[in-house]
């Protein structure tokens, strides 16, 4: 553990560096950085011996399954979660529609060598494709392609065929230590802010081209008439990460019955083809596509506030999942932890002054759909973008719209708190750029110093919901968690499962989550925020009412 002195962004530390001499009117603003002991006390003694995040988690994961956005499973954790919340008591807990697209849910797979030798395949349909209608046994053709022009010498060749696509990855020896935590090192690396890149992190054009090439390939070889295609995972050791070729979207064509295999199997078919041998390949593929309701869901719940009851304090994580594994670290565990730390704000029975409210997100895989529809709903949002260049891309890529248009309710949302790093305890928070928060942050941390969680970061992280309230105007944050195995392992892929889940962490971020929670409900002042765009369109404010009052 760090000792004080060494505490990034320390309040005094950070005047000094920020404003050198400290304003007075900051200093007013953020003196009341006290903690409730008391109730950091009560927290830690209800989730460390009281806990109920494993068997949260248990029944997301192992109860219900995987989350595909639009899928029954997902549905049924919407429910479930809502019914859970009303259990435990929180109030107003329901479910708040958006329009998605297409459910899809994968039934039943098996894929198989039958020669020249037999062999069980480790494989998994990617969302959003057709099924192989029935048990398809054909010759096996290798085809390499990096570009449209590259379909070109496979034309006529593909009539009823199982397509093998791309190339063989690398596979290197695993790392001893798989298992991976932040030493103080990474943690300092962390709390170095990073200056914005003039490149945008992913480049559009090489994301355009990627996105032509598939859809390219997709219609070559429904044109061709190939029966399947499999392509290879970039995980090793029976590690299949895997998500879509489809689109849920309901205009778009259904690509072929479409794979990804562990990467193992797929080099022993693509050297069998290499070396000239002849690879017959059994397939009995079913999805199902569900069309009547284009609607998902959000689930939301609240503990209701007492003097600043229309104010408000959120905290989130996403509920779905992809479909080869059980949803576990991305995200049931962040699920299980917002959940978690609710309960426990309820079980001592707290009386917040801000109302706090949790809201578990569908959608987030597609691109934040959820949070970003519920925000639209209830805070602003901006047109989406009507660039033709960028019709292409994916709605989270495009350049936002003008202008900002936010609601009345944007200004009650003191600060949004988002779960979905993996399982990994918390190590520290990031600040989204918003330096006032820093003393607030770094107070609210000091008692869980003996748990690791000590680093403030001002650096942005994204890829997650916060993205969705931050956009317009509302504090948003992501805690920085631990990774164990988040990327090498389980991300996306099939062993996402319960038996991934680090119970300590889980317990030890869902005391954080709740402390934090209950700082910022309690506080007289909501937490700072940073300057509006400039082109952000404020509600207009209603005249105040005109007293009956005679003179």
């Not at 022009?149 to 060749?157: F, I, N, S, T, V």
């Not at 708190?417 to 190590?427: H, L, S, V, W, Y």
């Not at 991300?491 to 402390?515: F, K, P, T, W």
Request: with cysteine; aromatic share 8%.
């Amino acid at each position: 553990m760090r000792s004080p002195s060494s505490l990034v962004c320390a309040p005094a530390l950070l005047c000094a560096a920020l404003l050198s001499p400290c304003s007075s009117t900051f200093a007013a603003e953020h003196a009341n950085t006290d903690v409730d002991l008391e109730m950091v006390t009560q927290i830690r003694q209800e989730g460390f011996h009281n806990s109920q995040v494993m068997q949260s988690a248990s029944s997301i994961i192992d109860g219900i399954g995987e989350r595909l956005t639009g899928s029954p499973n997902v549905k049924k954790a919407n429910e479930w979660t809502r019914d859970q919340f009303t259990r435990w008591g929180l109030q107003n807990s329901h479910l708040e529609a958006y329009h998605f697209g297409r459910g899809w849910q994968n039934e039943f797979t098996s894929v198989r060598m039958v020669s020249p030798d037999f062999m069980e395949l480790i494989a998994y349909p990617k969302a959003w494709t057709e099924s192989t209608n029935g048990v398809i046994k054909s010759q096996a053709v290798r085809v390499l392609a990096k570009s449209s022009a590259d379909l070109e010498k496979y034309k006529g060749q593909l009539a009823g065929k199982i397509v093998i696509f791309g190339d063989m990855p690398e596979v290197k020896p695993q790392s001893e230590a798989a298992l991976s935590r932040y030493d103080e090192k990474k943690l300092a690396d962390i709390s170095h802010y990073e200056i914005p890149s003039e490149k945008p992190r992913f480049s559009p054009e090489e994301i355009k081209q990627r996105i032509a090439l598939r859809k390219a390939v997709d219609q070559f070889l429904r044109e061709e008439q190939a029966v399947a295609v499999i392509d290879a995972s970039h995980g090793d050791g029976g590690t299949v990460f895997v998500q879509s070729a489809g689109s849920y979207k309901e205009a778009e064509p259904e690509p072929i019955p479409s794979l990804s295999m562990a990467v193992e199997h797929f080099g022993r078919i693509s050297r069998l083809l290499e070396h000239g041998s002849a690879v017959e390949l059994e397939l009995d593929v079913r999805n199902k596509f569900y069309d009547t309701d284009p609607s998902a869901w959000d689930t939301v719940a609240e503990i209701p506030g007492t003097d600043k009851k229309d104010e408000f304090v959120m905290v989130g994580a996403h509920l779905d999942s992809w479909h080869a594994g059980t949803g576990a670290t991305d995200n049931a565990a962040g699920c299980a932890v917002t959940m978690e730390a609710l309960r426990i704000l309820q079980a001592l029975g707290v009386k917040p002054r801000r109302t706090i409210r949790i809201a578990l997100w569908t959608g987030e895989e597609q691109g934040l759909l959820g949070s970003r529809a519920y925000v639209a709903e209830h805070f602003g949002a901006r047109p989406e973008s009507t660039d033709p260049a960028e019709k292409d891309l994916p709605s989270y890529l495009r350049k936002p719209g003008t202008p900002l248009a936010l609601k009345p309710d944007q200004k009650k949302v003191s600060a949004y708190f988002n779960i979905d790093n993996g399982t990994g305890k918390i190590r520290g928070i990031y600040l989204q750029e918003n330096a006032a928060v820093a003393p607030l942050f770094t107070a609210w941390l000091t008692p869980f110093h003996d748990l690791g969680a000590d680093t403030i970061a001002y650096r942005n992280t994204g890829g997650t919901d916060h993205l969705s309230f931050d956009a317009v105007g509302i504090p948003g944050f992501q805690f920085i968690q631990d990774p164990i195995e988040y990327e090498t392992r389980t991300h996306h892929s099939n062993m996402d499962v319960y038996e991934r889940l680090q119970r300590d962490d889980l317990m030890q971020a869902s005391v954080i989550l709740a402390s934090f929670l209950y700082d910022a409900a309690m506080r007289d002042e909501m937490l700072p925020r940073k300057p509006l765009p400039k082109d952000a369109v404020l509600p207009e404010e209603k005249p105040a009412p005109k007293s009956s009052k005679k003179k």
